[in-house]
């Protein structure tokens, strides 16, 4: 097996916080692991449920803005299969004139020369695709706060303004009066018998994205 989604693994993993990388890593062993069972089926449904299983990224995580780098791998892995798979089928109809060879040492060269044509198509096929996959290469710093800070200002950036309006409505002080509210120290907000209605970090999130 040739390395490119190896490769592209370890790049990714490179411009990557380390909880990400973890997370590439371990995609990237469940798409080796389809490969070596046979299987072509690299699809994001597929390898989001296996990743799942292993408690790896969830398939709507792979497909969400910030799981760009887990779909490219994953990418990666089905036009790397795909490509050998349908070439393979194309030259044995259509060089069907090898086995009319009688030299069994000249017949294997052929086969053999057949073979690496295929290969290299493939190869070449897989770096086109890739080269249209946008990923942000720049280096990230080494924590979760600025991932985040950077998810929240994506969000906003993509935001109309009735949309603003109706995230400032929701942490708005007379609403909270009116169903009788609370938000507390932690950013939780309960109701007049102490339930809580959302979960701490609510109202700080909120406000956070009101302020980019």
Known sequence: MSH???????????????????????IHQICTEQSERGSCDFTIATIGRLSEAVNGP?????????????RALIQSWAEYKKPLKVITSKVKEQN??????????????????????????????????????????????NNNAMESSSHLSLTKSNLLPTEV????YSI???RFEK???IADKRGRVKDR???TIFKAGYVDAIEKILSL
């Open 96 to 141: 069907a004139w090898v086995d009319d060879i009688d030299d069994a040492r000249i017949k294997w060269l052929v086969m053999d020369l057949i073979a690496q044509n295929s290969k290299l198509t493939g190869q070449l096929q897989l770096a086109k695709e890739l080269s249209n996959i946008n990923i942000d290469l720049r280096p990230v710093a």
């Open 58 to 70: 969830k398939t709507q995580a792979i497909r969400n803005k910030t799981g760009e780098k887990y």
């Open 172 to 174: 708005d002080p007379d």
């Open 179 to 181: 169903n009788g509210w």
């Open 4 to 26: 490119e989604p190896h490769e592209l693994c370890e790049a990714l993993k490179q411009i990557s916080t380390p909880k990400t990388a973890s997370s590439i890593e371990l």
């Open 193 to 195: 018998n102490g339930n």
């Open 165 to 168: 309006e109706a995230i400032s």
